[in-house]
């Protein structure tokens, strides 16, 4: 059950449901003393300030979970049961199931089932894909779904705004975006800077629709080792242009060589605050229907975290809106 901290957030879901989201959306999920009790039993008889300054001095580095929620394992049961749910990107893992769930990749079922095969992987768990993305872009998926859901997928995003519109529009009013996102803090993108206001509007405003030779040479040059614990212990090794110092020529190689075609990369670099600031300026200032209600901070030892985007409603009259959907429009037809 989800702790009390985000029980608005998950309570009946019916005409009132955009409301009670809209109220959800001043809780701040960075720390629940309940919780932290319940789980420590070591704890039990500490108060709610002194459990707080616990998890600051001692329990953050001891691996203690402030939430639920905060770790992908809590995360996943506040996913509805219940209502269409639509899986992005599950290639052959994917965590959604049931006769709800739709899913939406770039590979069609056989490919997904070829490259699994390829890698290893057991290709009967591949599921069958519902949306091939390349031929229906996620804006112009027909269903409406109370629950999206994607991991490790946004980060490649080519136009990120663009992507949060669209899933947007794919949510019920009050429905909502669960998404599991690396921390660039403690993975292979330790070195690369933290995306920006800025890099998610100049994407947006150029269409990108493959990454630019910038993103590639920064990915190929600054690429660090991909190893979460000797990063939180503070060994971060060397970017990759010191020891491979024909990386750079190698990522415009790898550019020119695709011709215009899509060549994978990570595009957004994230913590958890500087996600919840970026979402929250885009929907504060009209941009997108998505605000987050629950972005969870990263755990000891793990390189990825937690957040919940719900659709609310934008201000009626909002300027940025209203120009935002017109410009999705036009550029929809």
């Not at 112009?140 to 949060?164: A, K, M, N, W």
Request: glycine fraction near 6%; hydrophobic fraction near 40%; charged fraction near 25%.
């Amino acid at each position: 059950m989800p702790s009390k901290l985000l029980a608005p957030f998950f309570g009946r879901r019916n005409a009132d449901l955009n409301q009670q989201a809209e109220q959800s959306l001043a809780i701040d999920p960075k720390f629940d003393p309940a919780f932290y009790r319940s789980s420590n039993a070591d704890l039990a008889e500490m108060s709610d300030a002194q459990l707080a300054a616990h998890f600051e001095k001692h329990g953050r580095n001891e691996g203690r979970s402030p939430i639920a929620g905060a770790d992908r394992e809590s995360f996943l049961r506040f996913i509805p049961a219940q209502g269409l749910a639509l899986e992005i990107g599950p290639f052959g893992r994917p965590v959604l199931s049931g006769e709800h769930v739709r899913y939406a990749d770039v590979m069609s079922t056989e490919q997904m089932k070829a490259v699994a095969a390829d890698h290893g992987m057991d290709p009967d768990k591949c599921p069958t894909i519902h949306y091939l993305v390349n031929e229906t872009p996620l804006e112009s998926i027909d269903e409406r779904f109370v629950t999206v859901f994607s991991s490790h997928c946004i980060e490649h995003q080519t136009d990120l705004l663009g992507h949060l519109r669209a899933v947007g529009k794919l949510l019920e009013p009050g429905g909502s975006y669960f998404v599991i996102v690396p921390d660039k803090r403690y993975c292979f993108d330790h070195f690369r800077a933290e995306s920006t206001l800025g890099d998610v509007f100049a994407a947006h405003a150029e269409k990108r629709t493959r990454h630019d030779l910038r993103t590639l040479l920064n990915q190929f040059s600054l690429l660090a080792h991909n190893d979460q614990t000797r990063h939180w212990a503070g060994d971060h090794g060397d970017p990759a242009y010191l020891h491979r110092p024909q990386c750079l020529e190698e990522a415009v190689w790898t550019f020119d060589s695709a011709a215009g075609a899509y060549v994978d990369a990570h595009a957004w670099q994230f913590t958890p605050e500087s996600f919840e600031a970026i979402c929250g300026a885009l929907h504060a200032q009209g941009h997108m229907a998505l605000r987050p209600a629950a972005v969870f901070p990263t755990l000891f030892n793990r390189n990825e975290f937690c957040a919940i985007l719900t659709r609310c409603a934008v201000a009626a009259g909002s300027a940025r809106r209203a120009q935002a959907e017109r410009s999705d429009s036009i550029n929809s037809t």
